[in-house]
């Protein structure tokens, strides 16, 4: 786990840390990935992962609409909005 | 006249002989709240609300199940009208449109929430420390964790405040904090009960479950909080049975089974006795024990240190400060918007945890890491099916001892391995209930069963069997409100 990995890493979850936290972060990540890399030695070869404990439910539903629109509710819990919108900072010159 | 440390079937009871009036009851529940307030198990309170519906209850009685109960919902729950936090500093003002389908299951039984309990910040954590809102005391003892995430909920019962309270377990979030707290909580099936507005942590290992000072209390909030939920997908289509029914038949000629992979010689010599004290206990209830042997069961923490850091990171992606939640001041472009909105209101644990989601998930590392944990994940239940073949529950300490320090315990693997015991049942998607059974310096040890899918109604009577012969879940915590 290399300071350009975590960089990487860091972009790709949207977060940053300052110089100091920095370097508490890869040394925690590089252990937490050493603690896990004891997976490597179990043969899996022919192994189905299994994604859920369930894996036989997930039906499908008719595609009703059983909500009325409630943008008024939805809206108000966003920290800038105009009466029809989500606002962001210009992302078009 | 008291109504700290009583039951649910207790406070029914003074509720209908109208030994005291659901405002009364609402009440004082309130006054214990504010008597332990040093604790924070709660962040937020829903007074106004919770008397309005007493007193409406006194002019209407109601026969319903948990008529006039006042319960504790984790602050995971979403609740409408009601700020939800999650413990993060990322919700400090959400105010959800909507409830959750558990919040309106139990309430639809007559339950009155009297607000939301204190929790690690989106359910990480195993001593409630990584909550925005402070940590949560355990009332057993100074400066001692409640255990986590489902701290809050497990301290609030331990206390005698409430007589049941929410909780949801992801990894042991429901039976650690109640082993810790010397209480009962079970974690039903995967699927049991609706997922619907619960905040997601990791969606294949979430399930809500009840806490509880017994296990006939976890079985009457059971019986109200399971349904099949259009809204989930992952919600099971099968009959809620009735968890009260035989809870009290005799489990003669049970068959339990020991892992022989749990190694407990490295535990504490007290843990180990008071777990062989219990094994000893059961066999007098004529319970036969066999060693059963999970070759891959040792794996699961590793495991599960893959699986639900990357679900988290998917699952927290909805956190980008445009829709609700923190958004930083003065953004200078979108992803400034996005990295200083998440990173003000994400903490430590739960950047950790993101991160190492990202790692596992990315191009490179996917095959490496997050299918070979799903791989392995399949080994560790298949060995469970096999075991189930040969007895009917399964049966170990829940954690490898008793509540330990605030503030004792800093390197993060060592956090991870306090759900050791507990983790397994989440990864195949099984029940596991937590019981009160022994003392360790006046700090509880709790006892966990697992049983095979959908057997909760087994550990209900296994575990009330327990309960029916021992006292270790009726001792109270020292008091030292203020």
Known sequence: MDKETVATISYLSRLAFDKENEEKITKDLENIIEFVDQLDGVDTSDIEPLKSPLEKTAKTREDEITAKNRKEQFLKNAPDANEDYFLVPRVVE | ?482
């Open chain 2, 1 to 482: 006249m008291s109504i700290q440390f009583k039951t649910i079937k207790e406070l029914s009871f003074m509720l209908r002989s109208k030994e005291i009036s659901n405002h009364e009851l609402t009440i004082e529940t309130f006054n214990l709240v504010e008597n332990n307030k040093h604790l924070n198990a709660f962040i937020t309170l829903d007074k106004e609300k919770a008397l309005i519906k007493a007193s409406e209850l006194d002019k209407k009685p109601s026969e319903l199940s948990l008529s006039g109960i006042p319960v504790a919902q984790k602050d995971l729950f979403v609740t409408k009208d009601l700020r939800t936090t999650c413990g993060s500093n990322m919700l400090s003002n959400f105010i959800p449109p909507y409830s959750a389908t558990v919040i309106e299951n139990l309430e639809a039984a007559g339950c009155i929430s009297i607000g939301k309990t204190n929790m690690d910040e989106f359910a990480m954590g195993s001593s409630n420390e990584t909550s925005f809102y402070g940590n949560v005391l355990n009332p057993w003892g100074q400066n001692l964790v409640p255990g986590g995430s489902s701290g809050g909920s497990a301290a609030a019962v331990a206390a005698g405040i409430v007589s049941a309270a929410t909780g949801t377990d992801t990894g042991g979030s429901i039976r650690q904090p109640a082993s810790l707290c010397g209480i009962t909580g079970i974690k039903p099936t995967y699927g049991r009960i609706s997922r619907w507005g619960m905040i997601a942590f990791a969606s294949s290992l979430d399930q809500a479950g009840p806490m509880a000072r017994t296990a006939e209390d976890c079985a009457i909030l059971m019986n109200e909080m399971c349904s099949h939920d259009k809204k989930d997908t992952t919600s099971l289509d099968e009959d809620v049975p009735d968890f009260t029914e035989g809870i009290d038949k005799p489990i003669k000629g049970l068959k339990i089974g020991i892992v022989k992979e749990f190694d407990l010689s490295k535990l504490d010599n007290d843990v180990v006795k008071i777990f062989e004290d219990s094994k000893k206990h059961y066999e007098s209830l004529g319970v036969e024990f066999v060693e059963v042997s999970l070759p891959n069961i040792n794996l699961s923490v590793p495991t599960y240190y893959v699986v639900a850091p990357a679900e988290c990171s998917s699952n927290l992606s909805r956190f980008d400060g445009i829709r609700y939640g923190n958004r930083c001041d003065n953004p200078k472009d979108l992803d400034d918007l996005y990295i200083r909105s998440r990173s003000e209101g994400f903490g430590d644990e739960v950047k950790r945890r993101i991160l190492i989601g990202s790692y596992v998930l990315s191009a490179g590392f996917y095959d490496a890491y997050y299918k070979k944990a799903q791989q392995v994940r399949r080994l560790i239940k298949d060995d469970f099916d096999n075991a189930f073949k040969k007895v009917d529950l399964i049966m170990s300490p829940t954690t490898r001892g008793a509540a330990f320090e605030a503030g004792s315990m800093s390197d993060p693997i060592e956090m991870y391995l306090e759900d050791l015991f507990t983790v397994p049942a989440n990864l195949a998607g099984l029940p596991g209930i937590s019981i009160p059974n022994g003392y360790v310096d006046n700090k509880p040890l709790g006892l966990q069963l697992i049983a095979n899918s959908l057997q909760e109604s087994l550990l209900f009577n296994v575990a009330h069997n327990f309960q029916m012969t021992t006292d270790w879940h009726l001792k109270t915590p020292p008091l030292e409100t203020k």
